[in-house]
Antibody, heavy 119, light 107 residues
Framework: QITLKESGPALVKPTQTLTLTCTFS??????????VGWIRQPPGKAPEWLAL???????RYSPSLKSRLTITTDTSKNQVVLTMTNMGPVDTATYYC???????????WGQGTLVTVSS | EIVLTQSPGTLSLSPGERATLSCRAS???????LAWYQQNPGQAPRLLIY???SRATGIPDRFSGSGSGTDFTLTISRLEPEDFAVYYC????????FGQGTKLEIK
């Protein structure tokens, strides 16, 4: 079955760079149509999409955060990595990675990891 | 830029009742890319409906989706205790986005 799990620091300081890793199993990011996305959700608010990477290495970013985001993949390790620069308190959120198939929806999600930005 | 507006913000109903949740897009969108998710406290969103009306794997048939163009609806025919949660619609366009959510609470 498809599973995803996020890992990374629980606490980062303002201005630091956040690096999160999504380790997945049950599918291959080399399979046509497959994508892995990152979505975050501040406490008590709606989810916000951040970035997507596809089987063909195409990448998409949220227009409002594009300058701060980089998404990469290590297919040999079944991992997708998201980096976000210049973190601030407003970036405090639970960060999720999720699987998609042919851009229809995010059908499998990780459990999420809470990242707090504070000095 | 498309905006998804969900209504109502909070819906208070009793188990056994019918729930109707609305998602309105600021411009016409392709039904193929409209999804609905359920989220319980402390958990990740769970896909319920994709393509506006197709149930995801394992989703009970009391959940149904409909709509086209700018107006979409999630209907829960008879509420079970486990259905009281927050529901989000999502458009999977070039920049996927979510609505602000509807909280379904027990009356």
């Amino acid at each position: 079955q498809i599973t995803l799990k996020e890992s990374g620091p629980a606490l980062v300081k303002p201005t630091q760079t956040l690096t999160l890793t999504c380790t997945f199993s049950g599918f291959s990011l080399s399979t046509s149509g497959v994508g892995v996305g990152w979505i975050r959700q501040p406490p008590g608010k709606a989810p916000e999409w951040l970035a997507l990477i596809y089987w063909d290495d195409d990448k998409r970013y949220s227009p409002s955060l594009k300058s701060r985001l980089t998404i990469t993949t290590d297919t040999s390790k079944n991992q997708v990595v998201l980096t976000m620069t210049n973190m601030g308190p407003v970036d405090t959120a639970t960060y999720y990675c999720a699987h998609s198939n042919w851009d229809v929806a995010f059908d499998y999600w990780g459990q999420g990891t809470l990242v707090t930005v504070s000095s | 830029e498309i905006v998804l507006t969900q209504s109502p913000g909070t819906l208070s109903l009793s188990p056994g009742e019918r729930a109707t949740l609305s998602c309105r897009a600021s411009q016409s969108i392709t039904s193929l890319y409209l999804a609905w998710y359920q989220q319980n406290p402390g958990q990740a969103p769970r896909l319920l409906i994709y393509g506006a009306s197709s149930r995801a794997t394992g989703i009970p048939d009391r959940f149904s989706g409909s709509g086209s163009g700018t107006d979409f609806t999630l209907t829960i025919s008879r509420l079970e205790p486990e259905d009281f949660a927050v529901y989000y619609c999502q458009h999977y366009g070039s920049s996927p986005l979510f609505g602000q959510g509807t909280k379904l609470e027990i009356k």
